[in-house]
């Protein structure tokens, strides 16, 4: 009897540890949040939105992951708490006499600069991801992106209602939290792009980019003492741009320390 019951103890244990790779495995493999199963820009659920700002460049080497990861956290939403809106800034440094990023501009990498400076990182560098304008990482990095939109979450945000009317928009700002003088700023993105890399680091590769900044520009001010803004305003459509992959981003940015304190977005 003894020996019976030593024969099935070893076999217990080799099977144990025969069945640690696939244990392991599958423990990486488990998604680390609850997805949520809406898919709505307008963010039915009352989730907290979060701001993440994406500087890539078709021209980067190590970009392509980064725009994945970007794509994923926009059409998949794995968070439970936060509502994702994400803006990918093409910057124009990568940019040669022989090629360029088609989505490039010198505003993107101003912008930039400007988060460089405030965020004390002495250079800008791609794919950089920054979330809320407060914490920013290599944008191939999930775990650090995980946590940034995590901890982003737990902070309360102003309101934005966006309201389209005949020919324009109507933006409503409320329940600002405490801030210095602050921007508001109009983003116009667009989904579903494909590019050709015929030159450049990432030549003959055909990338899918999401959440292009199409337009980026400031729609109004706010004073430290204002807690609230209501304002309109016309868009402008290129041909080039289709209408049925655009969507419409507002936030309000601190000018100071770059604390995004709203975000809100439609469908065109």
Not at 27 to 36: E, G, L
Not at 111 to 126: C, D, E, F, G, W
């Amino acid at each position: 009897m003894k020996q019976v019951f030593a024969f099935a103890l070893f076999i217990l244990f080799v099977g144990f540890f025969a069945g640690v790779p696939q244990i392991r495995e599958a423990i990486a493999q488990a998604p680390s949040v609850q997805v949520n199963q809406t898919e709505s820009p307008t963010n039915s659920n009352k989730k907290v939105f979060v701001l993440l700002e994406l500087f890539t460049s078709e021209g980067c080497p190590t970009c392509p992951p980064a725009d994945a990861n970007l794509a994923f956290l926009e059409k998949e939403q794995p968070f439970a708490q936060a509502e994702i809106v994400t803006l990918a800034l093409h910057v124009d440094y990568w940019n040669s006499l022989s090629w360029k990023d088609q989505y490039s501009s010198p505003m993107f990498s101003r912008r930039q600069q400007i988060y460089s400076q405030a965020l004390k990182t002495n250079s800008n560098y791609t794919p950089q991801m920054i979330v809320d304008g407060q914490t920013q990482f290599i944008g191939n990095n999930m775990a650090k992106a995980h946590k940034a939109i995590t901890e982003a979450a737990k902070i309360p945000k102003a309101t934005i209602e966006i309201t389209p009317t005949v020919d324009k928009y109507k933006i409503k700002i409320s329940d600002i939290p405490a801030h210095g003088n602050a921007t508001v700023f109009l983003a116009i993105t667009e989904d579903n792009l494909l590019s050709s890399h015929k030159n450049g680091e990432n030549s003959g590769k055909k990338p899918e980019h999401i959440s292009v900044v199409r337009e980026l520009k400031s729609l109004g001010f706010l004073t430290a003492e204002q807690k609230d803004l209501e304002l309109e305003t016309f868009l402008q459509i290129q041909s080039a741009w289709k209408k049925e992959n655009l969507k419409l981003v507002v936030f309000v940015q601190d000018n100071f320390n770059r604390k995004v304190l709203g975000v809100g977005r439609t469908l065109l």
